[in-house]
């Protein structure tokens, strides 16, 4: 068994143990349907992956429940002062 998934770290990051069961159940469908791991790591296991990806916070679920893929990209910075 993977070590991370016994520790609360990663149940309470994602915000609970039915949220982390989905994110892992939505993003093995997308690899095995043929996405990119997100990290890389020394490792085939496709569960391995997932866990990675959700430790470095490369996925996440929204608001509504959809699996999200965290942007490589900076966010943009507002000038606040204009608004």
Known sequence: MIDALKEEEIVN?????????????????????????????DSSNQMEIVVEEILQDKIFLDNEGKMVVASNEEAPEFDLDSI
Do not use: C, M
């Open 13 to 41: 990051k994602v915000g609970g143990r039915f949220k982390l069961s989905t994110l892992i159940q939505k993003r093995l469908v997308a690899i095995n349907a043929g996405a990119r791991p997100l990290v890389k790591i």
